[in-house]
């Protein structure tokens, strides 16, 4: 996961092995996908937050960020998540887009979340869905 991280977020700090190791020995949190594309999800009570989710830029635009959006969420289903969150970089119109196609809508935003190496920050536009 922190190969395919570094390689998808070349414009912030990817996360290293070690911030996965210590994300997935949470029973609250999992993760889904392969090692063309994964999502690390956390489900707390009845609401679920995308961690981060990446796909390897050598098998991006094959439709691998769908079927994993579907797949964790419908994994955080089954672990009694009603709802899901996330936030996404305001200049990602990519990922953007694929939240709006899978249903997510705009409900707030963090002034400055993402640090970017020579380009100062960028606001996060926080997500949300209702999976039932």
Known sequence: MARIHAAAFMQSRPWSEDEFASLLDSPLAFAVGDARAF?????????????????????????????????????????????????????????QNLYLAEGFVACGRRSGYYSRENAGSVDAIVMRKNLR
């Not at 707390?44 to 079927?67: M, N, S, V």
């Not at 959006?69 to 200049?91: I, N, P, S």
């Open 39 to 95: 999502a690390l999800v956390r489900v707390i009570a009845d609401e679920a937050e995308l961690l981060t989710i990446a796909t390897a830029p050598t098998h991006q635009r094959q439709g691998l960020g769908r079927k994993t959006m579907q797949t964790w969420q419908q994994l955080a289903q089954t672990r009694g998540a009603d709802t899901a969150f996330l936030e996404v970089a305001a200049d990602n119109t990519a990922a």
